[in-house]
């Protein structure tokens, strides 16, 4: 259940910072979530690299990110010379920030007529140094949003105007993805990464105007440090896994990302060979589960409140992956089945939507909690560790894929007519994969995460007393 917190005496953070943070998160999100969503079909489908080389690739990349995004968080997560005049976080968001955009169109701009060795060097090195700068901002935006706002309140009315914004933001973008890319044209993939990177700095210049912290908050953060012996890594490390409730939100938030990188990485599979239409046809479900997703924001912020982060979680974690089961039965011999399509993808939003909400304010109370054990501040670090475990995900994805295709015979010719069992192993990675996480997640996430009610009354308390919060 939610709990009762005192705001008399306290300074809600403007509507302004609420949105300048929800512009990271569209940021964050879109290269977490769509961003490389098709990075999988085009280096193995319109480069012509070879689905091994890919996965391989794919498995380089998540382990690069694996070691540097908690040890950049760790690294990064301490007074600077510039810390009182410039603050805390601010400063890493923006050094993180700008050389992603140029890197990102790298990734999608590999030499023409290239020998396999070549596009397999190209995606490790573009990838790999884009994510190195993408974990200090990530840490950082994610690190600021839970500074910034402390309270139940904030938290959740912040995180109802980010999934608004986040909705438009990630839709939009997937949509005219949908809209530019044509099967066969690698060119049109370049000119889509170029769309990304003009949009990505208008909404980069939004989020640098928000993220200015307070002059209380520069000192509480030195102050903190001052107080309290440097913990190594390691033992920050050790003392976050062995918290149950961060655990369990971990391992909840590494499902999750890894069910939708699924899916993602799979519709236009599903598009070009299952259902065996243009990819622009996936912009009407889109938008029809974009408007559902936009629409429930108030009804499962209204839940939340009433309810409480947990109850609204997992109960959407088991919803949202059972909505999905359906899509395993829908093929292009149904008669209308492509309303179909759109129909089950408006049940999806219907869950998605209250998930979306309960990511961060999740997150960030199980950060509050390993930093009352740890004795100062350690948000980025988390974050970090936290990406550690996301990039799980990107592993999970290129093995499934990757041995999907090679048991079941997929033709990777962007022309070809694929056999009935490549289209089975296209549902099984497109659906029900990703179904199963989200239901066994949803049923983990019920029984085993306490960070409610007393529990988390005292929690703030204990902050406060500290001066954490």
Not at 169 to 187: H, P, Q, R, S
Request: charged share 15%.
């Amino acid at each position: 259940m939610a709990i009762e917190e005192d705001l008399s005496e306290w300074e809600i953070q403007p509507t302004s910072k609420m949105f300048s943070y929800g512009f990271g998160y569209v940021i964050i999100n879109y290269f977490l979530y769509a961003g490389f969503a098709l990075v999988f079909y085009f280096y193995e489908v319109e480069v012509g690299l070879a689905v091994t080389y890919v996965m391989l690739a794919m498995i380089v990349f998540a382990i690069w990110n694996m070691v540097n995004d908690p040890l950049l968080g760790f690294l990064t997560e301490r007074p600077m010379k510039w810390t009182r005049k410039y603050g805390f976080r601010a400063p890493w968001v923006i050094i993180g920030g700008v050389p992603i955009l140029i890197l990102y169109f790298f990734i999608w701009a590999p030499p023409s007529g290239a020998s396999q060795m070549t596009l397999f060097l190209w995606f490790i090195i573009f990838t790999c140094a884009f994510d190195t700068f993408f974990s200090i901002f990530n840490d950082h935006v994610y690190g600021g949003y839970t500074n910034q706002f402390p309270s139940e309140y904030e938290r959740r009315r912040s995180f109802a105007i980010t999934t608004l914004l986040l909705g438009f933001g990630v839709t939009g973008l997937g949509i005219v993805a949908n809209i530019m890319i044509e099967y066969g044209d690698v060119a049109s993939f370049q000119r889509f990464a170029i769309i990304v990177t003009i949009l990505m700095t208008i909404l980069m210049v939004l989020l640098f105007l928000g993220i200015k912290e307070s002059d209380e908050m520069k000192e509480m953060f030195i102050q903190s440090f001052e107080k309290v012996e440097e913990v190594s890594f390691m033992k920050t490390m050790k003392a976050a896994l062995k918290t149950k409730n961060f655990t369990v939100s971990l391992a909840g938030y590494t499902c999750q990302i890894t069910a939708m990188t699924l899916i993602g990485a799979s519709a236009i599979y599903m598009y070009k060979d299952v259902w065996q239409l243009d990819y622009s046809y996936a912009v009407l479900p889109a938008i029809a589960g974009l408007l559902t997703f936009l629409l429930l924001i108030p009804f499962w912020s209204n839940f939340a409140r009433k309810h409480g982060f947990k109850r609204t979680y997992w109960t959407c974690f088991i919803l949202h992956g059972l909505s999905y089961l359906p899509f395993l039965f829908i093929s292009n011999d149904i008669p209308n089945f492509y309303l179909l399509v759109i129909i089950f993808s408006v049940i999806s939003g219907i869950f998605y939507s209250g998930e979306v909400i309960m990511l961060m304010p999740v997150a960030s109370d199980t950060y509050d909690l390993v930093s009352s054990n740890v004795g100062r501040r350690v948000d980025a670090t988390l974050v970090g560790v936290r990406t550690f475990f996301f990039r799980i995900s990107f592993i999970i994805v290129a093995v499934v894929i990757g041995v999907l295709h090679l048991a079941t015979g997929y033709d990777p010719n962007p022309y070809a007519t694929q056999t009935l069992v490549a289209m089975w192993g296209i549902r099984i990675h497109a659906y029900l994969i990703p179904a199963l996480m989200l239901i066994i997640m949803g049923i983990i996430f019920r029984k085993h995460y306490t960070l409610e009610g007393a529990e988390k009354e005292a929690l703030v308390k204990k902050l406060k007393d500290m001066g954490l919060y």
